[in-house]
């Protein structure tokens, strides 16, 4: 079973930045297609952005396109989402998802995903 777990969360100002960060239980991320989704209260979970397992296709919601970027450290020990010029609706619980597959395909719902964090808690004061 693995076990992922998100850092990086906070409260922050329209227009600052975060970066959040995924680990996973004791194994690397070489094998995984990795995502972020978010979810603010009384909405459904929605995709923010997936990297390819290969770590050559990246994907983004439309509403995060120039101002997020996912990526790994080079060892992928880490997925990390850079998060800048944030705005109050970005407030949300962001959770880290992977799943196991060799591909170049950037997963983008939920159910594609095996493997979740429990979230990490982002709030973008006006």
């Known amino acids: 079973q693995v076990q992922l777990v998100e850092s990086g969360g906070g409260l922050v100002q329209a227009g600052g930045s975060l970066r959040l960060s995924c680990a996973a239980s004791g194994r690397t991320f070489t094998t995984y297609a990795m995502g972020w989704f978010r979810q603010a209260p009384g909405k459904e979970r929605e995709f923010v952005a997936g990297?390819?397992?290969?770590?050559?296709?990246?994907s983004y919601a439309d509403s995060v396109k120039g101002r997020f970027t996912i990526s790994t450290d080079n060892a992928k020990n880490w997925v990390f989402l850079q998060m800048n010029s944030l705005k109050p609706e970005d407030t949300a619980v962001y959770y880290c998802?992977?799943?196991?597959?060799?591909?170049?395909?950037?997963?983008?719902?939920?159910?594609?995903?095996?493997?979740w964090g429990q979230g990490t808690q982002v709030t973008v004061s006006s």
């Open positions: 998802a992977g799943r196991q597959l060799y591909s170049g395909v950037v997963f983008t719902t939920s159910r594609e995903y095996s493997y």
């Open positions: 990297i390819s397992q290969s770590g050559g296709r990246t």
